[in-house]
């Protein structure tokens, strides 16, 4: 009964080194596991053991005797990573030994290493785990939201909790004694750069790529055009897209592009809403989609199906839980590119996609709601005078133009990093220049003392949640490295100081306890109705809960002080 890795795998790694008999790969230190879609188990080598299971902080693993009928699928997927070779015959072991970061060493006359994490989505969270794990080491998480971890909260699709679990590996790390979070606090408005270095050796940004890429073409900007992750946001409930305006009076909605964040979008528009009800779904989004009238989303792509952008594990989910189909003509473009696909992962998602139907000329409305994955079409123009009304399209390759009518078209084709102030920023790449996690000056070459970025603002938006275990890993080796070579200046401020700054700047600062109200709070709110938790989606709400945590007695100290400098001098 071997164990199976499933459609929710995050990619960081925890099973490799809870393995006891090397059988899940590929492993961080092998060429692979940066660009693999999920990690797999041999089922000849697995021993059933069962200690991948505990380390897993997502829940994707599980006996393949324990699968249910959408997940059968993952026994042949991670069965076909393995060579074919005769029974009891097992691959050889290869280095799978957790890499081992240097101490921190503290010299004579020298502080504990303290470190500035800005951001607190996985990147951050898996830098911050790194360092705590040294003795005596200091971390400050500053966010400028009042609640923490990034995509995880605001860009996992809501059906998907399994995914969002990895929270729970995070609220860990902030119960450590050595670690703060400054909530609700923006580095480069209320703080700076250089202030947070007067407070730290070292600042890490691990902010992740918060712009989308935009599509350039007419029609972009009318009323009922967005993208993709402004929409999961919607649905996430994230204060800053919460009054977005969302119209699904319309039959049918275009997302251009089909990533894994497309088809994600895609599920939730056409799920019943009496089943996104028991997840975390933001209210404003569940009122919306009881009245949507969208019976079709349309996924389109430039090139074919052979290069389709999405991941096999988010294909089989997608099949499993949607009604999917193709046009005709898409269908037999399909068949034509299975028998030359080059690697096993594109057979595998051509022989899924040759399965599904294909689409009749029925009205879309006519039974459940619908996913069309159609291939082959170059965006051309929005349809549409004082909002959009369709997409026109050309055949890839060709003169001929398509049209798709839609109340509602979205583009999901990617993300970008945002310059950070006083850090060299690569416009082309969109990514912070740096060498192993250090922040290189491009004008000189040489690092910028002290500075440090984790994530996607490190290597551009790829890999998954867990893919950034390892990216975060690499960066913190180099900053402890750093700091024992002397290249990290002591910081010159007094411990104290900093959180009589911060709340100085920022009397609305949330620290760890705030937090745990704020999550205690959207829990309880969520329990009357079988939800994980029912979110806040106003900033206001959040610090409104945030002020029911006790406050330490520092805290209670720097209010009474801040409230003796504004009152008025009396001469």
């Known amino acids: 009964m071997p164990h199976v890795i499933t459609q929710s795998c995050c990619n960081d790694g925890s099973c490799v080194f809870a393995c006891p008999v090397n059988c899940i790969h590929p492993t961080p230190d092998e060429p692979g596991f940066a660009t693999s879609e999920m990690l797999y188990i041999d089922p000849v080598a697995c021993v059933d053991c069962g200690a991948c299971v505990s380390a897993c902080p997502v829940g994707a693993i599980a ?158 900007g009318l009323r009922g055009t967005g993208t993709a992750t402004e929409l999961v946001a919607w649905i996430n409930g994230h204060p800053d897209f919460s009054d977005l305006t969302v119209d699904l009076s319309h039959e049918r909605v275009v997302i251009i592009g089909n990533g894994n964040v497309a088809l994600d979008v895609a599920r939730v528009l056409t799920a019943d809403p009496n089943e996104l009800a028991y997840t975390d779904i933001a209210d404003h989004a569940l009122r919306a989609f009881r009245n949507s009238a969208v019976r079709e989303v349309v996924v389109a792509a430039r090139r074919g199906p052979a290069h389709s952008a999405f991941t096999l594990p988010e294909l089989i989910g997608l099949t499993a839980r949607s009604d999917v189909v193709l046009d005709p003509s898409d269908h037999q473009r399909v068949l034509d590119d299975l028998p030359t696909a080059a690697d096993p992962l594109t057979r595998n998602k051509l022989e899924i996609l040759s399965a599904l139907g294909v689409a009749d000329a029925r009205a879309p409305g006519a039974r459940r709601p619908r996913i069309r994955l159609a291939y082959r079409l170059t965006p051309q123009r929005v349809l549409g005078q004082q909002r959009a009304t369709g997409v026109e399209f050309s055949v890839t390759g060709t003169d001929a133009v398509r049209q798709l009518d839609a109340g509602l078209v979205l583009t999901s084709i990617g993300y970008r990093g945002k310059l950070i102030r006083d850090l060299p920023f690569d416009e082309e790449a969109a990514v912070v220049p740096n060498d192993g996690g250090r922040v290189i000056d491009p004008r000189t070459g040489e690092p910028v003392p002290g500075a440090y970025v984790a994530g996607w603002i490190k290597r551009g938006p790829t890999g998954f949640i867990g893919t950034n275990k390892s990216c975060s890993f690499q960066t913190v080796q180099a900053l402890v490295a750093d700091f024992n070579s002397g290249r990290l200046a002591d910081p010159v401020a007094k411990p104290t100081a900093l959180a009589e700054l911060v709340h100085a700047r920022q009397p609305e600062a949330v620290g760890s306890a705030g937090w745990r109200a704020i999550d205690a709070a959207e829990m309880a709110r969520g329990s009357a109705d079988g939800r994980p938790r029912n979110k806040f989606t106003d900033v206001a709400e959040m610090l409104a809960a945030a002020a029911t945590a006790p406050q330490a007695p520092l805290r209670r100290r720097l209010v009474a002080r801040l409230r003796d400098l504004a009152q008025p001098i009396v001469g």
């Open 63 to 220: 006996p393949d005797s324990r699968l249910g009928a959408e997940q059968l699928p993952f026994v042949e997927v991670n069965s076909s990573f393995y060579p074919k070779r005769a029974a009891g015959v097992k691959l050889p072991p290869t280095s799978k030994l957790a890499p081992v970061i240097p101490a921190a060493e503290v010299h004579a006359r020298r502080q504990p290493l303290t470190v500035a994490i800005v951001g607190s989505g996985p990147a951050a969270m898996y830098a911050a785990d790194e360092l705590l794990v040294q003795h005596g080491v200091q971390v400050n998480v500053f966010e400028k939201l009042p609640t923490p971890y990034g995509l995880v909260r605001a860009g996992v699709a809501p059906d998907h909790q399994n995914t969002k679990r990895v929270t729970q590996l995070f609220d860990r790390v902030t119960r450590h004694r050595r670690f703060r979070f400054y909530l609700n606090v923006e580095i480069g408005k209320h703080l700076s750069h250089a202030e947070l270095l007067a407070h730290h050796h070292a600042v890490l940004y691990a902010v992740g790529a918060p712009d989308d890429r935009r599509l350039d073409i007419d029609g972009m």
